[in-house]
């Protein structure tokens, strides 16, 4: 069985032909999803979503991007999204300061929040980083959840640092890129039980696809490229991804 534990389903580039993208899934044993919400409505459709497809669960939150569109009652929104049964954690939440550093501390009030959610409600996150690797460190640490590091781009020891407290790393597309030297040395050096597989579909296509459409099906392309990086046949990086998702999503 392959695992997406980060697909934007609720993505319209995806969403116009949702079934085609599943069932295509499906055909290359790709059996199940997490479709990732970063703000109030793409977290009900990402409900919406799941609750449609029996592979297909939710994750909900708001993103560092978008906490300047949203209000500290969206908060409690989140919070009652998680008694629907297929809502397994909160993300995709965290701090960006790569593109706007003017609203930092509202980075951090939102992402302070949605951890006390996660902690109230005992529920793993999904954490997007960029730019912002020790500041998301210092807060994870205070909280010591379970959880994704999204598209970990992060040095190895940071990763090591970040294993430490209970998260593990989310490797996608970027490991197939062939300069992208710092994710392979992170995939060689941790061990797998710390890893699981992600296509950030639509973004981040792997190659040989690289700069098209990505799609959920690709995530045997990511799973192929850490096998090859460990030196283990396919199904060794399989089976050990899946223990991983039942452990730490409850799926």
Known sequence: MLIDTHVHLNDERLYQDLKLHIQEANEVNVTKMICIGYDIKSSQKAIEIANQYDGVYASVGIHPSEVKKASINDLDKIAAMLNNKKVVAIGEIGLDYYWDKTFIDLQKEFFIKQLEIAKKYDKPVIIHMREAALDTFDILKQYRL??????????????????????????????????????????????????????????????????????????????????????????????????????????
């Open 146 to 251: 379970p959880g994704v590091m999204h598209c970990y781009s992060g040095s190895l020891e940071m990763a090591h640092r970040f294993i430490d407290i209970g998260m593990y790393l989310g490797i996608g597309g970027v490991v197939t890129f062939q300069n992208s030297k710092e994710i392979k040395r992170v995939v060689e050096g941790i061990d797998l039980k710390y890893i699981v597989s992600e296509t950030d579909a639509p973004y981040l296509a792997p190659a040989p696809y690289r700069g098209k459409l990505n799609r959920p099906k690709y995530i045997r392309e990511i799973v192929e490229k850490i096998a090859e990086i460990k030196s283990v046949d396919v199904s060794v990086v399989e089976k050990q991804i899946e223990e991983n998702v039942k452990k730490l999503f409850n799926i």
